[in-house]
């Protein structure tokens, strides 16, 4: 463990592909304390919300700290037995492509090295996949279309050293909000012009100059035709396309006939013809451009088109691999590029080499000593789940990924599961996937395991254990290890920890790789445990031999010829047109302070007060004519299944489209997740899925009562049409609410309400049996539950009860008295939604500032604190200051 000043260890953040370096110490109370990292190049000493709340995730709440087997604690021996035994029995019986691993860009660059070369190199199946495929693929399958490898040519250096930058499909305010910050630091000196393209009005498109609210799908267009406009306005780089590419003519000939005209592609993409021409003469004019992109363009049934629709007009300029220019895809999972170094993906190998040469196959094998190596890729994430479903995967492995949630028709994926002969799960936790496991293998999770993640930069990072492992967890590449040498593969599987994991993977990559491969991290094979235990963050590649490049794609590609090439792509509908029946096209993404299926990010009070519950964004336009306002109970149904919210009417969504979080599942509420309404048509060359439009229909649910639970109690209410839960100081908070008549629902609420001897137990029940109120006091007088049940917008707020819980305690007369009208006796300050997560600042005290004279951000912040440490609020507080007339303040 590396120690610093103060016994700090230098780690990396979980969450973002930013990959942040985090300084973690422990109290000898065991209370852990983050803060950034100065020395790290990724954020130089900054976090944002989540990465700064993260010393509030490692406790053992929630924490599965045993093997299990059929839901019943085991030893290691037996379960890592089990695993072992049926996965060999199975591939015994019905070869090796009846198995398959689901794997996840949670994992480390060593856990997903040993998971892909037990699958490929020994069970000799490509069936192993990764939750990238729903996240990066796209972007893999377009770079490697362009440039022969799947590289990200620039550095984050280059946003700062950018005079614009187009954001396309990504809310980098939110999702990378370190970076997003270190480009508006830089706008600040150099006035660096902002362009967003989404149909969203997002946070980020907040701060932008240019917003370009785009039909959901049609990016492939607005691109051809500014690559059409490039060619028109002279700016095509003549000598570096002679010299460094191929395929120019024909793909501007079909971009010239996709995009004829700029008033043509505006009209098709829904966009303001001055708009788009403003877009063009602007990235025509500027040299140094960088084109940043994410899941709006990844996650598309045309997802690799779009890719290489922003890619030609990169080549086209010249503008790649210098500096403050370049297409930029962003990852999002903290190793979602070190998954894409091992081979993770079904279609890869290992170390950057693919199934379509023959020559790289018996090179790894070579290499691995696998003779049985796969020889052709494995099934994509959405095929591999059909072939569970249809019984031809009959042994399955899932590590750090949810898939019961965060897959499309989750439905069908859930059915799976159920159907699947043997399911096992590797995770941290329980979750909506665990369910379906015969063995549960407790894995080792942030703060506790040891091993290395690549940013979206291509910075590799150490993340180093700072707390003992817990109960019986164990770091995932010790489990898959132990199984494998279960299964026979003891040699090749027998490391004594994850520098050694780290050394074979540097070898691999370099490995007869004589610069064919860009990924080489060569000058690592031999790195000492002691070398890898202070290994400072530095970007690949790192050859043998030679100065490692830091920006890649200057002059020579990674293809047999050397040059890139331009994919000629056209632009094609959606998968699935709305129509009469589901009119609205549903969007469905992140929000700020939540962390995917919310298994860390959910259990902390802060991070879940700015968007308590699933809430379901749509057009005024539309709410008013399909009926609905705010705070209405809504259900959303596609083709594929259903979901409720509730509804925020917002002008930030332009009419016909609708946007649901990706967050919500069976953890959190009763149908908040969007999984099980996404379509599960996939792009053609990468197999990801368009996760970011399906058609659906939205209605009112008839809703007659409504309750709010506040308990010390963590439950899984069950029985209603919508519940929600969150975590509150002292215990939890479940909104309720139903469509049975108000007094079934008071009977139904009284269930969940823990009606066991209590020294006190107040109660009361209004005359028209409409209203219900009931407290119970612990022995000591303080609050430790209190439910109120009323008809929908008669509930009193719950903050003041919220208040007494945190507290803990015992209750005066007149609190008591007050209990059942569930108001304070005197007037509080009503806590709002926070706005800042990061130190805590709700809207109330903000909007108290601005009334107090503070009419900038920068006020605030003095006044405050707000928006002083990630700034990911700023926009929210500009907002909150623009509503404020200024005569409130004078
Ligand atoms: N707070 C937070 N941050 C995260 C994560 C998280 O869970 N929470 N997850 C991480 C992960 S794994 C990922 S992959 C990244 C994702 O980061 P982002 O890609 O930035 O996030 P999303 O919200 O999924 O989608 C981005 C935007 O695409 C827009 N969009 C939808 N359809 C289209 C379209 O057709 N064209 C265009 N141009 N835009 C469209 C959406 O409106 C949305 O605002 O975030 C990472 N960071
Ligand atoms: N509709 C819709 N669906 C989406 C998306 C969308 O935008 N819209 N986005 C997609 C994208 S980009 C992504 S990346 C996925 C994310 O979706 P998932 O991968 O399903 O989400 P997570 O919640 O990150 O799941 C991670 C799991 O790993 C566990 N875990 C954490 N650390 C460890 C560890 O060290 N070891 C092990 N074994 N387990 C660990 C956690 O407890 C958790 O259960 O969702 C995808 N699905
Ligand atoms: S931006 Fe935030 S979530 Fe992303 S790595 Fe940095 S601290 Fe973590
Ligand atoms: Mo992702």
Redesign the pocket.
């Known amino acids: 463990m590396q120690a610093g000043p103060r016994s700090e260890v230098k780690t990396t953040c979980p969450?973002?592909?930013v990959g942040c370096g985090v300084l973690a110490s422990v109290a000898p109370s065991g209370e852990v304390t983050v803060r950034g990292d100065a020395d790290h190049p990724a954020n130089f000493g900054k976090l944002c919300s989540?990465g700064s709340a993260l010393g509030l995730t490692t406790g053992l709440e929630g924490r599965v700290l045993t093997p299990e087997m059929g839901g019943k604690p085991a030893s290691w021996d037996a379960a890592l037995d089990l695993v072992a035994e049926r996965f060999s029995e199975t591939i015994a019986r019905h070869g090796p492509d009846s198995v398959a691993f689901y794997v996840s860009?949670q994992l480390l660059t060593e856990d997903y090295y040993v998971a892909n070369k037990l699958m490929k190199g020994f069970i000799g199946s490509g069936n192993i996949d990764t939750n990238s495929r729903l996240?990066m693929a796209s972007s893999v399958a377009g770079h490697r279309r362009a440039f022969g490898e799947d590289i990200v040519p620039g550095l984050y250096e280059d946003f700062e050293d950018a005079d614009l930058v187009v954001l396309?499909?990504?809310?980098?305010a939110?999702?990378?909000p370190i970076l997003y910050q270190r480009l508006l630091a830089a706008r600040e000196k150099r006035g660096t012009k902002i362009v967003v393209?989404?149909?969203?009005r997002?946070a980020t498109a907040d701060e932008c100059d240019l917003h370009l609210a785009?039909d959901?799908?049609?990016?492939v267009l607005l691109f051809n035709g500014l690559l059409a406009h490039l060619e028109r306005a002279g700016i095509v780089d003549r000598s570096f396309v002679d010299a460094s590419t191929t395929g120019f003519a024909e793909a501007l000939a079909i971009a010239s006939a996709d995009g004829s005209s700029i008033a043509d592609v505006a009209q098709r993409c829904g966009l303001a013809e001055a708009d788009v021409r403003l877009f063009y003469e602007l990235f025509a004019a500027t040299d140094h451009t960088v084109t940043v992109y994410?899941?709006?363009?990844n996650?598309?049934a045309h997802g690799t088109d779009k890719v290489n629709a922003i890619i030609n007009c990169h080549l086209a300029t010249g503008r790649i691999g210098r500096p403050g220019m370049g297409p930029f895809s962003?990852t999002?999972?903290p190793n979602?590029m070190g998954g894409r170094e091992v081979g993770g993906l079904a279609n890869q190998l290992a170390a950057h080499m693919g199934f379509e040469n023959p020559v790289e196959i018996d090179r790894v094998a070579r290499f691995w000593n696998a003779p049985d190596i796969a020889r052709k890729p494995g099934l994509k994430a959405v095929d591999m789940f059909r072939a569970v479903g249809e019984g031809r995967i009959k042994a399955l492995w899932i590590m750090g990924t949810n898939p019961a949630v965060s897959m499309p028709d989750a439905r069908r994926v859930r059915a799976a599961l159920e159907a699947c002969d043997f399911v096992a799960v590797s995770d941290v936790t329980r979750n909506d996937t665990t369910r379906y496991a015969d063995v549960f293998l407790p894995a080792a999770t942030w703060g506790e395991k040891s091993g290395t993640v690549t940013n979206s930069e291509r910075r590799m990072s150490r993340q180093r254990s700072f707390l003992p492992l817990p109960g019986e967890a164990r770091p995932d590449w010790r489990i898959i290890c132990d199984v494998a040498r279960r299964m026979g593969f003891d040699a090749a599987f027998d490391f004594e920890g994850p520098a050694a994991i780290f050394r074979e993977h540097a070898a691999l990559s370099a490995y007869e790789n004589h610069g064919e491969r860009l990924f080489d991290i060569g000058a690592l094979e031999a790195i000492s445990d002691a070398d890898y235990e202070t290994f400072a963050p530095r970007l690949w590649p790192q050859p043998r031999a030679g100065e490692p490049s830091r920006r890649l794609l200057g002059s020579r590609f990674p293809t047999q010829d050397g040059r890139a090439r331009f994919v000629p792509v056209r632009q094609e509908g959606v998968a699935l047109n709305v129509d009469a029946s589901r009119p609205i096209a549903l969007?469905t993404?992140?929000?700020?302070?939540?962390?995917?299926t919310m298994t860390r990010t959910g259990r902390v009070p802060r991070l879940m007060s700015n968007a308590p519950e699933p809430a379901l964004e749509i057009a005024p336009e539309d709410a008013r004519s399909l009926g609905l306002k705010d705070g209405d109970l809504a259900r959303v149904s596609s083709q594929y299944g259903f979901a409720r919210a509730r509804v925020s009417v917002s002008e930030a969504q332009k009419p016909g489209n609708a946007?649901l979080p990706?967050?919500w599942n069976g953890q959190f509420s009763a149908n908040g997740g969007v999984g099980p309404l996404a379509t599960p048509i996939t792009d053609p060359f990468s197999g990801q899925p368009e996760l970011?439009?399906v058609p659906v229909e939205i209605s009112r649910e008839a809703v007659a009562w409504a309750g709010i639970l506040i308990t010390r109690r963590e439950l899984r209410p069950t029985g209603f049409v919508h519940w929600t839960r969150r975590p509150a100081d002292g215990g939890w908070v479940y909104t309720l609410s139903g469509t049975e008549t108000p007094d079934e629902g008071i009977l139904l609420c009284r269930l969940l309400f823990d009606a066991s001897p209590r020294s006190q137990l107040v109660e009361y029940t209004d005359r028209r049996g409409l209203t219900y109120r009931a407290a119970a006091l612990d022995a000591d007088g303080a609050l430790a539950e209190a439910l109120l049940v009323a008809q929908p917008g008669q509930l009193p707020p719950g903050d003041w009860l919220e208040t007494l819980l945190a507290s803990g305690e015992p209750l005066s007369s007149t609190e008591r008295m007050a209990l059942l009208s569930g108001r304070s006796p005197v007037p509080v300050a009503s806590v709002g939604r926070i706005v800042c997560s990061c130190f805590n600042v709700d809207v109330n005290r903000i909007a108290a500032s601005v009334a107090g004279g503070c009419r900038t951000i920068a006020a605030i912040g003095q006044a405050t604190s707000a928006g002083t440490n990630c700034g990911s609020c700023r926009s929210e507080i500009r907002k909150i200051i623009d509503e404020i007339p200024l005569h409130a303040a004078e």
């Not at 993404?589 to 995917?596: A, P, S, T, V």
């Open positions: 969450y973002c592909g989540k860009g996240c396309t499909g990504s809310n980098l939110w999702c990378h393209i989404d149909p969203r997002t785009i959901p799908g049609m990016d994410s899941q709006g363009v996650q598309s962003v999002g999972q979602a969007n993404g992140r929000l700020r302070d939540q962390w995917h946007f990706m967050h970011k439009h």
